[in-house]
């Protein structure tokens, strides 16, 4: 994008939370980050250093301030997302998911042949995401090929880091009007999608990147699978789909493969360091191992599985296992397109997990012990673990990262942050994640370029990073 906003080539400071690792987080108080020329973090000055004070000394206007009751966090990354899904967000939510991929889900889904249709929705989908501070989105798209390169069309055009997939699904099980006609279907259309958006006039820098998809296995035939593996190999392109998640799910790839969903997809070679797989809640201790030796990843969906999943992905025992995980919104079986509600939902998840939930056990039998995690490790999920798990340099304020990043304004008229002074700054930040909204957003970066802004915003009595002060820029 470029234009009033971008801080490339700028020095920003200001109050910089991130959680680099899970087990804690770092606040960089009065902190300068230095953006180079293509978005990417060039230095980070803390303050009282010989480097910071040079800066604040210098009257150039190379320093830009975050206005006072602002601080800075690493933009969100949204492991799983179904974009044609948006349209029936908090919808249909009352049956189990074999019956809502049919009734609901499928035929939603069909109708995006409809370009216009595609557009108004991909569309509002992109800049609501966007204005809730996710800056990366792992996209499912569509059967169609047009629609898929569409959506890929409209990240680049709105600056959203996004990888996208054209969903594959040949097999009958899926209805006649929406499918792939046949295996060969199925990967052709992945192919022309990934030439698409590498070949893209205005992707140059390799910010939206294409995705190999099959949907499930009990959506595709193995010869889908096969040529979808090969395509991965061939290509380097990343892969997702789902596995293990509900009993139906996981239950189906046993009596069809004999052997669980992580060893099917790994045999079809879909599972390698590029990989992310849903939900993954009847991961056994082996597959939890077959993972990490493949360095694939997993998105966490705790939204989603409290409806659909049967059961609550056991987080804990996952990341000492060292398994990557980042955190996924599922739109539309999750009924929040917000990865602030996705960090809340992990958290108390796994509270639920380790406390158990049926009241006529004794404590001692009704939970999972060692289960839970704590905002902080949400945090890390949602931003650098998520980085991680999609092998992208985003995530945090690092050197040789790019600048994707969120300012949150805890004073916003609107919002719904409420701290007091003298507050910590682990008060501070459990403020943000726990009581931070929409309004709360005033800006977000990704590779140092503003791509939404709270222009709206009450003007402020102090000088600094307001909406309004982007057009001087």
């Given at each position: 994008m470029g234009g009033s906003g971008d801080v490339r080539g700028r020095v920003l400071r200001g109050t910089f939370f991130h959680a680099p690792s899970p087990d804690g987080f770092e606040c960089c108080a009065d902190a300068m980050l230095v953006i180079d020329a293509a978005g990417a973090i060039a230095d980070v000055l803390r303050a009282g250093s010989g480097e910071h004070a040079a800066l604040a000394a210098d009257e150039s206007g190379q320093v830009m301030r975050l206005p006072?009751?602002?601080?800075?966090?690493?933009?969100?990354?949204?492991?799983h997302v179904h974009a044609p899904q948006f349209p029936q967000l908090g919808l249909a939510l009352d049956v189990p998911l074999e019956t809502w991929l049919m009734r609901y889900t499928f035929p939603l889904e069909a109708r995006y042949a409809d370009l216009d249709f595609a557009a108004r929705a991909y569309g509002q989908l992109v800049d609501d995401l966007l204005a809730g501070g996710t800056t990366t989105a792992l996209y499912f798209a569509t059967v169609h090929v047009p629609a898929t390169r569409l959506l890929a069309d409209l990240c680049i055009k709105?600056?959203?880091?996004?990888?996208?997939?054209?969903?594959?699904?040949?097999?009958?099980?899926?209805?006649?009007?929406?499918?792939d006609a046949d295996a060969d279907e199925a990967v052709a259309g992945t192919r022309a999608i990934i030439d698409h958006i590498r070949a893209h006039a205005g992707n140059s820098e390799g910010r939206v990147l294409p995705v190999v998809t099959p949907r499930f296995i009990p959506a595709c035939t193995d010869e889908a699978l096969e040529g979808l593996g090969q395509l991965a190999a061939e290509t380097g392109a990343h892969v997702q789909t789902h596995c293990s998640e509900s009993d139906w799910a996981h239950g189906y790839v046993r009596e069809r493969h004999g052997m669980s969903d992580a060893e099917s997809l790994d045999?079809?070679?879909?599972?390698?360091?590029?990989?992310?797989?849903?939900?993954?809640?009847?991961?056994?201790?082996?597959?939890?191992?077959?993972?990490?030796?493949?360095?694939?990843?997993?998105?966490?969906?705790?939204h989603s599985n409290a409806y659909f999943a049967n059961a609550v992905f056991p987080l804990r025992r996952a990341l000492e296992k060292g398994l990557h995980v980042g955190l996924g919104t599922d739109i539309s079986g999750g009924p929040s397109a917000s990865m602030l509600d996705a960090q809340r939902m992990t958290v108390a998840a796994s509270r639920?997990?380790?406390?158990?939930?049926?009241?006529?056990?004794?404590?001692?039998?009704?939970?999972?012990?060692?289960?839970?995690?704590?905002?902080?490790?949400?945090?890390?999920?949602?931003?650098?673990?998520?980085?991680?798990?999609?092998?992208?340099?985003?995530?945090?304020?690092?050197?040789?990262?790019?600048?994707?990043?969120?300012a949150i304004d805890t004073e916003a008229a609107e919002g719904t942050i409420r701290l007091f002074d003298g507050s910590a700054p682990s008060d501070v930040l459990a403020g943000v994640l726990y009581q931070a909204s929409r309004a709360n957003i005033a800006h977000v970066w990704v590779d140092g370029r503003l791509v939404r802004s709270h222009r709206d915003a009450a003007p402020r009595s102090k000088p600094g990073l307001r909406a309004g002060a982007f057009a001087a820029i």
């Open positions: 006072e009751g602002s601080v800075m966090l690493p933009g969100f990354v949204d492991c709105k600056g959203q880091r996004a990888l996208i997939g054209k969903v594959a699904m040949d097999l009958d099980t899926c209805p006649d009007f929406y499918r045999r079809f070679g879909l599972v390698g360091r590029r990989s992310i797989v849903a939900h993954a809640n009847f991961l056994s201790g082996s597959d939890m191992d077959l993972l990490v030796q493949r360095g694939a990843g997993v998105a966490h969906c705790a639920m997990l380790e406390d158990g939930v049926d009241a006529g056990l004794p404590a001692g039998e009704r939970g999972c012990r060692d289960s839970r995690v704590d905002m902080v490790t949400a945090f890390h999920l949602a931003t650098a673990g998520g980085a991680e798990a999609l092998d992208l340099p985003v995530g945090s304020f690092e050197i040789g990262r790019k600048f994707d990043a969120i």
